[in-house]
């Protein structure tokens, strides 16, 4: 098995751009009204909206699945807790490269993957038992992957790492000293 490791970096706008959009209130407002600012985020999807909250559980910082969704902008927002660690890579027709993946610290601000990331299929809280996240996707992708386990997906594209002999670490050392179970 070939071990590669992925350095944790700190999200900022121009960091996380060829993935998708940081979801927080940053630059001049679309509108709003005396009391509040609405800044509107470009969300996209081809089937009904699905809103849910995921609770990612702690585990290994190891990455096997990677997916990409082909209908669907995707959005993640954690709801306190824990901060949380993604991975993601950019939009490509071809699987992503292991060395192409980035790893991005989540702490309060959420994330809009832009339609084709491809991402890991987990979050990791970085401490704790778990880290809650608002999840914003579409109810077609959603179902599609729940309802029918083992069929080859339509909606999304799926790569096993670990079925390709590659064993990919996040890199948690810099972040804390005692890694989650």
């Known amino acids: 098995m ?7 970096s700190p999200i900022s706008a121009e960091a996380f751009a060829p993935y998708g959009r940081v979801l927080s209130p940053a630059g001049a407002r679309d509108t709003g009204r ?12 081809q089937n009904r909206p699905r809103l849910q909250i995921v609770r990612y559980h702690a585990r290994p910082f190891i990455v096997a699945l990677v997916e990409r969704h ?12 824990s901060p949380a660690l993604i991975v993601v890579a950019e939009p490509s027709d071809t699987s992503p490269a292991p060395e192409s993946l980035r ?25 704790g038992s778990h880290a809650d996240f608002l999840f914003l996707s579409e109810e077609a992708t959603v179902n599609e992957l729940f309802e029918h386990p083992g069929r080859l997906p339509e ?19 810099a972040l804390f000293k005692k890694p989650n179970p």
């Open 34 to 45: 005396e009391g509040y600012d609405i800044w509107i985020q470009p969300f996209a999807a």
């Open 70 to 81: 082909l209908h669907v902008t995707e959005a993640r927002q954690p709801l306190g807790g």
């Open 103 to 127: 790893a991005f610290r989540l702490d309060g601000e959420g994330v809009l993957f832009h339609r084709g990331t491809w991402h890991a299929i987990d979050a990791y809280p970085e401490h």
């Open 155 to 173: 909606r999304t594209q799926v790569h096993d790492f670990r079925a390709a002999g590659i064993e990919l670490v996040i890199e948690t050392n």
């Open 2 to 8: 070939r071990r590669i490791s992925l350095p944790v």
